[in-house]
T-cell receptor, first 118, second 115 residues
């Protein structure tokens, strides 16, 4: 069975601080995908990134960066120079390959509530 | 209009009442899902559908049923609502055929309160 653990329930930082959200996953699949979603106070779920199991390159998008390490089964998310608008719940998720008849169901972590204070 | 529309957005009901949450999408996706969000538990899968002839139970399907009326419509029903079904419900769609990566597009959510 697949499992995603986000050990940090809540994180509170002051604006301009860097913050890292941890995500650890478990799967027996050799092909899988990892995701991060953001849920701002308005409640919608916003897709941020996906990464497949064969691509361990880190990715940077503006102030956001992701560190994928298969050796430790982790897919951590760092926000550099945090801003108040980054305040949200962040979810890490895992799925198997969704091609053909495989469903590719997403398993979500518990979520991390990030609060950025001015 | 939103790609994935959920109605109602908010609903308060009483224990024992039948409730239907509706979801419609304009993305033309075959795959649709219902998730439930509870604080500290993340999102948990209730039901999912591959196409109109395919309905599958997720990890927490007890007390729920679904209907896939058309490719674009996927409804979630609570036959006899109970207070621990108070939660935020999300419908989602996906089309992983070309990439194998199941990126979900979510609706705005339906907040259900059972008194």
């Amino acid at each position: 069975a697949q499992k995603v653990t986000q050990a940090q329930t809540e994180i509170s930082v002051v604006e301009k601080e860097d913050v890292t959200l941890d995500c650890v996953y478990e799967t027996r699949d050799t092909t899988y995908y990892l995701f991060w979603y953001k849920q701002p106070p308005s409640g919608e779920l916003v897709f941020l990134i996906r990464r497949n199991s064969f691509d361990e390159q880190n990715e940077i998008s503006g102030r956001y960066s992701w560190n994928f390490q298969k050796s430790t089964s982790s897919f951590n998310f760092t926000i550099t120079a945090s801003q108040v608008v980054d305040s949200a719940v962040y979810f890490c998720a895992l799925s198997d390959y969704a091609g053909g008849t495989s469903y590719g169901k997403l398993t979500f972590g518990q979520g991390t509530i990030l609060t950025v204070h001015p | 209009d939103a790609d994935v529309t959920q109605t109602p957005r908010n609903r308060i009901t009483k224990t024992g009442k039948r409730i239907m949450l509706e979801c419609s999408q304009t993305k033309g996706h075959d795959r649709m899902y219902w998730y439930r969000q509870d604080p500290g538990l993340g999102l948990r899968l209730i039901y999912y559908s591959f196409d109109v002839k395919d309905i599958n139970k997720g990890e927490i399907s007890d007390g729920y049923s679904v209907s896939r009326q058309a490719q674009a419509k996927f409804s979630l029903s609570l036959e006899s609502a109970i207070p621990n079904q108070t939660a935020l419900y999300f419908c989602a769609t996906s089309d992983p055929v070309h990439s194998g990566a199941n990126v979900l597009t979510f609706g705005a959510g339906s907040r259900l309160t059972v008194l």
